[in-house]
């Protein structure tokens, strides 16, 4: 191979991976928690709220996939529901929550192809936080390694 060609090829790769880096990148944010995602009603929140998650389940895709809302409805009759996240496979309620779970919500699990994730909501200094844990399926040859909850949206 003349030296020419080996620079084309190398820049060839140097964008390639680039490109795949790029999508990767976008593709591991753009579910997330969307400002303009966000209904409020008129009424200005007051009190402490209840929180009802709803997954919407959608089959465009080859993949199955999901929707993922939250709502907090408040004593006033204020109700504020944000679009958390699109995530592939299905959820439901998690039978064992964490400890640290807002009383007045629930925590979820979501799953597919042997990965999942799952929200919950904790209080934090008058604050609602959504929080987000991935994890992996294990084998015999593989343990996975464990997440720690990260937060993606605030109420």
């Not at 496979?89 to 597919?112: A, F, L, R, T, W």
Request: include cysteine; hydrophobic fraction near 30%; charged fraction near 25%.
């Amino acid at each position: 191979m003349n030296k020419t060609l080996k620079v084309i090829l190398i820049v060839i790769i140097v964008i390639g991976v680039i490109a795949v880096a790029n999508f990767f990148m976008k593709d591991s944010h753009r579910n997330e928690a969307d400002p303009s995602k966000t209904t409020t009603t008129e009424t200005k929140p007051e009190g402490a709220p209840v929180f009802a998650w709803s997954y919407t389940p959608s089959e465009k895709n080859e993949i199955p996939q999901s929707t993922i809302s939250l709502t907090a409805t408040y004593p006033n009759g204020a109700k504020q529901t944000k679009e958390i996240e699109t995530i592939e496979g299905g959820c439901n309620e998690y039978p064992e929550p964490d400890k640290d779970v807002y009383k007045q919500s629930q925590m979820i699990i979501c799953y597919y192809a042997g990965f999942g994730r799952y929200y919950k909501v904790v209080e934090s200094n008058g604050a609602y936080l959504v929080q987000r844990k991935e994890f992996e399926e294990g084998s015999p040859e593989y343990n996975p390694p464990q997440q720690e909850f990260k937060t993606i949206a605030q109420f």
